[in-house]
């Protein structure tokens, strides 16, 4: 895939407006239905959005023995961040 040519940055008003064409299509097409694009942004929002890793930040910089388990090697797949701990224990 190309690069770009156009290297400016876009605003919020360009980026909804994009973001909104690209889910009509979806859903037009029929790849998509209106609830499931509700629910992805749901779940990107609640669940997976970059709030949770603020939280895990915010946590290691005032409980020193939850920012020594994140700070361990890492596993070899992506940890799951819970509340109760840096990594879930499997």
Do not use: H
Not at 50 to 64: D, F, H, N, S
């Amino acid at each position: 895939m190309a690069a770009p040519t156009d290297t400016r940055l876009n605003t919020q008003e360009e980026i909804a407006a994009r973001v909104k064409a690209l889910e009509a299509m979806l859903i037009e097409k029929g790849v998509m239905t209106t609830e499931a694009v509700d629910r992805l942004a749901e779940i990107y929002e609640n669940e997976v959005g970059p709030q949770l890793g603020a939280k895990v930040v915010a946590r290691a910089w005032t409980e020193p023995e939850f920012k020594a388990g994140c700070s361990t090697t890492p596993p070899r797949r992506a940890p799951r961040w819970t509340s109760a701990g840096c990594r879930a224990r499997r």
